[in-house]
């Protein structure tokens, strides 16, 4: 690339090179996209030369992106992976295809730093054809999530948040369950073993130090709204990627829609920007989701976990079925719904658990031709349901709007720390209605848990949109 600066080539780089090399004889399609990105991010192809990795941009086997100590950037992989890499980290794509067939394969390698991995389709069949090679150690698939490190020793730390990742090297090989961490030490003579270490790849959210929200349905004795104090008793959640939302929007390109946690195996997660009052003013995706100034937080809410709220005003999305940017414009009984918080890195392992309602969007219609309503509803988690690592989650909901009453039980299981459900509702003005929930729980020990959900009342052809907080009892 002209102009571009040498990719100067230190230990570190030699070893990377040597991953990326390896395969290089065979062509293939591209790997994955850039989803998210900030400054201080590179990649180099096969011929060496670095130049910053933009966001929407194709990766291929062979490619080696680099992190400064400020860089972040996440890339999702054709089989639905990803990879969220931190900080002074250096990760190749030493050989990927994927085509749905026996030969489809996931090799990368982690010289140094810190990457978050959710993995997708390669692997699920042959455990085998997906692998990340460190300085010291090959980390296998037999689950389907976890945090991998190489220290500064050259050590490699590994913990599973789903499943059971293997962690191997010449002297041994052990099996890390979710929540155990395992080390490989630098001495390639010294098995791996367990340890009480745990990988460090983003700042964990801030305990608060007081529950302090506002929410549409809260009110006084005499009907006003119950607001909280204009200086909040909590730490607000800050800019920065990592992030886990459940949203809820209507789009002229879509329709009404709601994304976040897909449930299983995974969800969605990405970076967000906060105002000085944890108000989210920018969510970025697989597309980028930014709330112009002119508008308002009609309900908002945090406390210092979760924060949650209703945008009224416009939202510029830059998306691809607008061949651009598209910019939408909510009234006052419409809105830009979200509950986001950092995902739960380790889920509880087995017991039970409720959730009460911490805090809510009003819902509202998406033609705005009704006030918006209020929201209730509970949880219920049955941690390791089906092993420890499969969680059931059951809850109960009711959407108050001026004119019907949505009500709905949903049932999801999930093996990681993000849920789905579709359920039927009672209510509408015909049986032909439905209802979605989307959810991430949230928390050291997951502590917390948000979603947003849609109900499609197609007889009346219209549908409601809302988010929620929930809180462990």
């Known amino acids: 690339m002209p102009g571009s600066a040498p990719f100067r080539l230190n230990r570190s780089g030699v070893l990377l090179a040597?991953?990326?090399?390896?395969?290089?004889?065979?062509a293939a399609a591209a790997a994955g996209r850039v989803d998210f990105t900030t400054s201080g991010v590179t990649v180099a192809g096969r011929d060496g030369q670095a130049r910053p990795l933009a966001k929407?941009?194709?990766?291929?086997?062979?490619?080696?992106i680099r992190t400064n100590n400020e860089g972040r950037a996440q890339i999702r992989f054709s089989d639905g992976s990803y990879v969220s890499l931190q900080p002074n980290t250096d990760f190749a794509i030493s050989e990927y295809k994927f085509e749905s067939k026996n030969d489809d394969r996931g090799?990368?390698?982690?010289?140094?730093?810190?990457?978050?991995?959710?993995?997708?389709?390669v692997g699920r069949v042959n455990r085998n054809s997906y692998r990340i090679t460190t300085p010291t150690a090959t980390v296998g698939i037999r689950g389907t999530g976890g945090v991998i490190q190489v220290l500064n020793d050259g050590s490699t730390l590994v913990i599973g948040t789903s499943g059971i990742w293997s962690l191997t090297n010449p002297a041994g090989s052990i099996?890390?369950?979710?929540?155990?961490?395992?080390?490989?030490?630098?001495?390639p003579n010294t098995p791996p073993k367990e340890t009480n270490t745990q990988p460090q790849t983003s700042t964990p959210p801030v305990e608060p130090q007081k529950e302090i929200f506002a929410q549409g349905d809260q009110v006084n004795s005499d009907g006003t709204a119950a607001i909280g104090p204009t200086t909040p008793a909590f730490t607000p959640l800050v800019t920065g990627d990592g992030y886990a939302p459940a949203i809820g929007l209507?789009?002229?390109?879509?329709?009404?829609?709601?994304?976040g946690g897909d449930g299983g195996e995974g969800g969605i997660v990405g970076s967000a920007v906060f105002n000085p009052s944890g108000q989210m003013t920018e969510l970025t995706l697989n597309d980028t989701y930014k709330l112009l100034p002119g508008g308002t937080h009609a309900d908002f809410g945090s406390d210092g976990i979760l924060a949650w709220g209703r945008w009224v005003g416009q939202v510029q999305t830059s998306a691809f079925q607008c061949e651009g940017v598209c910019t939408e414009t909510y009234n006052e009984?419409?809105?830009f719904h979200y509950v986001i918080g950092m995902p739960t890195p380790v889920m509880p392992t087995i017991g039970t658990a409720t959730y009460s309602l911490l805090g809510a969007t009003r819902p509202t219609y998406t033609d705005g031709l009704n006030a918006p309503g209020t929201f209730s509803g509970s949880l219920s988690v049955h941690f390791g349901a089906d092993g420890p690592n499969f969680h059931l989650i059951t809850g109960s909901f009711k959407a108050t709007m001026p004119d019907a009453t949505y009500s709905w039980d949903a049932t999801a299981g999930t093996s990681s720390a993000f849920f789905a459900a579709s359920s039927n509702v009672s209510g509408c003005s015909s049986s032909s209605?439905?209802?979605?929930?989307?959810?991430?729980?949230?928390g050291a020990s997951a502590e917390r848990a948000g979603m947003s959900y849609k109900i499609d009342d197609f007889n009346a052809?219209?549908?409601?949109l809302g988010a929620a907080a929930f809180k462990k009892n």
């Open 107 to 121: 090799f990368f390698g982690l010289v140094r730093g810190a990457m978050r991995t959710v993995t997708g389709a």
């Open 175 to 187: 099996d890390v369950p979710a929540g155990v961490s395992g080390l490989a030490p630098s001495e």
């Open 433 to 442: 209605c439905n209802a979605q929930i989307r959810g991430f729980f949230s």
């Open 56 to 64: 929407g941009a194709e990766l291929d086997s062979g490619d080696t």
């Open 250 to 259: 209507t789009a002229s390109f879509f329709g009404p829609f709601i994304d």
């Open 18 to 26: 040597l991953i990326s090399a390896g395969f290089a004889g065979e």
């Open 461 to 464: 052809e219209r549908s409601v």
């Open 333 to 335: 009984n419409q809105g």
